[in-house]
């Protein structure tokens, strides 16, 4: 059975950093991953999906890479904004279901 | 476009009534997940369904939880008879089945249940 690893569980930084989150799982055999944020009481807002043939993924400030091989994934966000506080998600894809990590959560102090 | 439409997004109940939760997918997914989500397990899946038909519900806890997906644009997962530990917000999502399994997945914005 996969297992997701997200590290940090919670991190706190001032606004303006950079800053990477970390995702590891056991099983190299995936079709992509993808990367999400939840807001509480929300649900997940789908952020970046990265194919298996993929190294990197952009979308504005998000940066996510994937080392299948090594199975590991990492969501760089640049200039982090208030607005950016929320809990973050990796789930890679086996061809027939997700595998959640536990999420880091992100707080960004103004 | 309208993403996953989830319904209700609230419900509370007493222990031992019945409970059925709605998801909409996006038009043209032919994948659909149920998830649950509680602080102490985090996101777990339930059943999903592809074309569908049930694939894998060994995510289901127990026989009192049943889903179905009477068609392409409509699924349930009910609850008979409900205990205070099913207390969660229940997820759907869908994504399109792919030969590449490559589509990305959706998520609606959840049924909150709490029971009595």
């Known amino acids: 059975k996969q297992e997701v690893t997200q590290i940090p569980a919670a991190l706190s930084v001032p606004e303006g950093e950079n800053l990477v989150l970390n995702c590891s799982f056991t099983?190299?055999?995936?079709?992509?991953l993808q990367w999400f944020r939840q807001d509480p009481g929300k649900g997940l807002t789908s952020l970046l999906l990265?194919?298996?043939?993929?190294r990197e993924q952009t979308s504005g400030r998000l940066n996510a890479s994937l080392d299948k091989s090594s199975g590991r994934s990492t969501l760089y966000i640049a200039a982090s904004q208030p607005g950016d506080s929320a809990t973050y998600l990796c789930?890679?894809?086996?061809?027939?279901?997700?595998?959640f990590g536990t999420g880091t959560s992100l707080t960004v102090i103004p | 476009d309208a993403g996953v439409i989830q319904s209700p997004r609230h419900e509370v109940t007493e222990m031992g009534q019945e409970v059925t939760l709605r998801c909409k997918p996006i038009?043209?997914?032919?994948?659909l997940f149920w998830y649950r989500q509680t602080m102490m397990r985090g996101l777990e899946l339930l059943i999903y369904?592809?074309?569908?038909?049930?694939?894998?519900d060994s995510g289901m806890p127990e026989d009192r939880f049943s889903a179905k997906m009477p068609n392409a644009s409509f699924s349930t997962l009910k609850i008979q008879p409900s205990e205070p530990r099913d207390s969660a917000v229940y997820f759907c999502?869908?994504?399109?089945?792919?030969?590449?399994?490559?589509?990305?997945?959706?998520f609606g914005e959840g049924s909150r249940l709490t029971v009595l």
């Open positions: 999502a869908s994504k399109i089945l792919s030969g590449g399994n490559t589509g990305e997945l959706f």
């Open positions: 099983d190299s055999a995936i079709y992509n």
């Open positions: 990265i194919q298996s043939s993929q």
């Open positions: 789930a890679p894809y086996t061809g027939n279901q997700f595998y």
């Open positions: 038009s043209g997914h032919n994948s």
């Open positions: 369904f592809n074309n569908n038909v049930p694939i894998d």
